[in-house]
């Protein structure tokens, strides 16, 4: 097959991973899963895989294609977003620094501060929407600076090349937490970033039945071959049969992620103007702080909306309770809309607003889902 590079995001989501090296007929046009956890060893062993730890050629089409989309030289898949998340932080040195976002999942949050203490980790936080903040926010010893934009669950908008920008004047590694926009709605690594991390579950799996995470990399050398002898050393790769269905989902990313953008846009309106409803955080409305800054590093504002309820918490919900299609569940980026009262699932020491529901708009009709919003803001509050 020709160099996927050339080809348009469309068409290398669906062509990227296949392997069309003879035009043979009876070959398949879907490459078949490979559940063999060893392979037979040739006199160059380096060049093949041995153990499916270590390789595994479903696994190696995978991150062939996620690193092609995020426009990066390699990728590392793993288990989880949280595996991911986990080799990037053990790739760093004892005694380090890192400085993360204030708005930030309270997942990575926990890692971060709780787990990673006993590797002796030091870490901040900072509004990484305001840069005169971050580099006041920055030590000796800081290593790496941590972005998640969108931020979860407020929305808040990291200007990725300014804070790159800023990574390098202090030589700094910047990693940046793309899986709410997904490689379709944003490229971190083109405005400067050294690492991009995905919670393959979400909009890249897409349909809420896989679990998995990736690291893509701007360059294989530094830090990656670190997180690639984690990756191959610790084990938390997820299966040949879940990155088989990984590459069926991506092949639909580009067009599904259309939808969510389109759907949600038409939702954050909607919600806006309701007058149940007192604050709608999504970088799409015109209003929101950093919209010109999310206009300017993303070619679509996502799927994922928060609001506050004009409500107590229990109010609230009773709100998230009382929808009739859209599935009360922690989670997002799949094909069906799930919310969720936010703070429910953060539980204590979460800063989220006590009335703050958290929207992931699928791809039903707009107008359905904005018909159950509507509903159930008027069971509870008619």
Not at 121 to 149: C, F, Q
Request: with cysteine.
């Amino acid at each position: 097959m020709s160099d996927a590079t050339q080809f348009n995001f469309e068409t290398i989501a669906i062509h990227g991973e296949v392997r069309q090296d003879t035009k043979k007929g009876g070959e398949p046009v879907v490459y078949p899963r490979v559940d063999s956890t060893i392979f037979r060893m040739s006199e160059d062993q380096e060049a093949t895989p041995v153990y499916t730890r270590h390789a595994n050629p479903n696994r190696s089409q995978l991150e062939s294609i996620l690193a092609t989309l995020e426009q990066g030289e390699t990728c590392a898949a793993f288990s989880s977003g949280m595996a991911a998340s986990t080799a990037i932080l053990q790739a760093l040195n004892p005694g380090d620094h890192l400085l993360i976002p204030n708005d930030l999942y309270h997942g990575v949050r926990k890692l971060a501060v709780e787990i990673m203490a006993s590797w002796n980790l030091e870490v901040s936080s900072v509004d990484m929407t305001k840069i005169e903040e971050v580099e006041k926010a920055l030590r000796p010893n800081t290593k790496m600076v941590w972005a998640e934009t969108p931020s979860n669950p407020m929305l808040e908008i990291t200007d990725i090349k300014k804070v790159a920008d800023l990574c390098k004047k202090h030589n700094l590694l910047l990693t940046v937490d793309n899986t709410w926009p997904s490689p379709v709605n944003m490229q971190p690594l083109k405005w400067g970033a050294d690492l991009v991390m995905h919670s393959t579950s979400k909009y890249i799996g897409g349909h809420s039945d896989l679990l998995g995470g990736a690291v893509i990399a701007k360059s294989g050398q530094g830090i990656f071959e670190k997180i690639r002898d984690i990756q191959q050393s610790t084990g938390a790769v997820p299966s040949p049969g879940d990155c088989w269905l990984m590459l069926r989902s991506i092949r639909t990313l580009p067009w599904r992620m259309r939808g969510h953008n389109e759907n949600a846009g038409k939702v954050a309106e909607f919600l806006t103007g309701h007058p149940r409803i007192s604050e709608v955080y999504y970088p799409g409305l015109p209003d929101h702080p950093d919209h010109t800054t999310a206009k300017k590093q993303m070619a679509g504002f996502g799927g994922m909306i928060s609001f506050l309820v004009t409500g107590s918490r229990e109010e609230t919900n009773r709100v998230f309770l009382a929808s009739g299609l859209i599935c009360p569940a922690t989670s997002l980026g799949g094909v069906e809309s799930l919310w969720e009262h936010r703070i429910r699932s953060e539980g204590p020491g979460s800063k989220t607003p006590d009335n703050l529901i958290r929207l992931s708009v699928g791809l039903e009709h707009s107008g359905d889902i904005i018909s159950d919003i509507d509903q159930a803001l008027y069971t509870v509050f008619q």
